[in-house]
């Protein structure tokens, strides 16, 4: 019951996190939709405006000491920017299945279109021509939520899900009210990602988009892009293969994982910009910037803990610990010292 507690506890605060954040960015930044869509879109390099993050690593996952219902999802989007909305939302758990059409907040780019076959015309939506019932994303996670309350102990399986629709489903919860972010993640115990299972337990693969991983494994072609399609694919694929506890296991990542990973990315967002004179002038790369923005920190911190402690707070908050023994910035002297030299030639 205890551990119970302290999961809650960690979700409730990451989510508080997640729900301010996104207030934050909304009334300060303005972030910058993607423009290109290829025909694989989770395969595609995000475009040049869209701020490439490494997230923090994945904490271990321990093998389930409970039994777990997999359920395969997938979703469908107005682009490939990590906070593009959502169009379509998909998940298959056997023989139910769970579809919904989703009015976007954004423009559907056309590539995005062209792709799905999904576009919105006088607020009302079409799919290759045809009218299709639309709801809002608050709905359409009410719906999903109803399909998640059947079972207990839910793992969401889908294709390349940690870098592409966990962003995204983290950032449409965030728009949606607690409750409904409360109600969804309470019904969820983690993820597996399929594109790193295939590519442990089938590492001689050419391609591992799920389109070349279905028509190489099960022999077969598809109407890929469609998001019931493709979970029903996707179910079919991973049924149709042996998996052991281990491959899958290096494939699982938490729910904690992904509140961390959005977390930091909006931190990131927020403050990497303050940081951009260091690193044109070479005190810092820009992976560096990034793991300093990630932690929470902008150059307006660092200039306050240089000021208040000299090297000292700047190697205070650098090495910081969070999450074990994993530091939050670097514990790198040459790091530490090129930092507060730039802040002490810097100082008002």
Same mark, same amino acid.
């Given at each position: 019951m205890s551990t119970h507690k302290t999961i809650q506890s960690k979700r409730n605060k990451a989510m508080t996190t997640i729900r301010d954040a996104s207030l934050k960015r909304q009334l300060k930044l303005e972030f910058k939709t993607n423009g290109e869509l290829s025909l694989e879109k989770r395969e595609s390099t995000p475009n040049q405006d869209i701020v490439k993050v490494t997230p923090p690593p994945s904490k271990t996952v321990q093998a389930p000491d409970i039994s777990t219902?997999?359920?395969?999802?997938?979703?469908? !989007? !107005?682009?490939?920017? @990590? !906070?593009?909305?959502? !169009? #379509?939302?998909?998940?298959? @758990?056997?023989?139910? #299945?769970?579809?919904?059409?989703?009015?976007?907040?954004? @423009?559907?780019? @056309?590539?995005?279109?062209q792709v799905t076959g999904i576009r919105v015309f006088r607020k009302k939506m079409y799919r290759y021509g045809k009218f299709v019932k639309a709801v809002s994303i608050s709905d359409a996670f009410k719906q999903l939520y109803g399909f998640l309350s059947k079972t207990q102990n839910n793992i969401l399986v889908g294709h390349n899900i940690q870098t592409y629709d966990c962003p995204i489903l983290m950032h449409a919860l965030s728009l949606c009210d607690k409750d409904i972010t409360e109600q969804f993640m309470s019904h969820v115990q983690g993820f597996v990602d399929t594109k790193k299972l295939f590519r442990i337990i089938h590492p001689s693969q050419k391609s591992y988009t799920q389109e070349s991983l279905v028509e190489s494994l099960l022999g077969e072609k598809y109407r890929a892009h469609d998001a019931l399609q493709d979970v029903v694919a996707l179910q079919k694929l991973v049924r149709s293969v042996d998996i052991d506890q281990e491959a899958r296991l290096k494939a699982s990542f938490s729910v904690e994982d992904v509140m961390d990973s959005y977390t930091y990315s909006l931190q990131v967002k927020e403050n990497l910009p303050s940081l951009e004179t260091m690193v044109n002038k070479k005190v810092i790369s820009t992976n560096v910037a990034k793991s300093i923005a990630g932690s929470g920190l902008s150059y307006n911190h660092l200039q306050t803990e240089h000021s208040n402690k000299g090297r000292e707070g700047i190697e205070s908050v650098f090495t910081a610990t969070k999450g074990g023994d994993r530091v939050c910035v670097t514990r790198s002297r040459k790091i530490i010292d090129s930092v507060s030299d730039f802040l002490s030639e810097h100082s008002t």
């Open positions: 219902t997999d359920i395969y999802f997938d979703l469908e !989007t !107005t682009g490939l920017g @990590r !906070t593009s909305s959502i !169009t #379509q939302m998909a998940a298959v @758990r056997g023989k139910d #299945q769970f579809s919904c059409f989703v009015m976007p907040k954004k @423009r559907i780019t @056309r590539e995005a279109s």
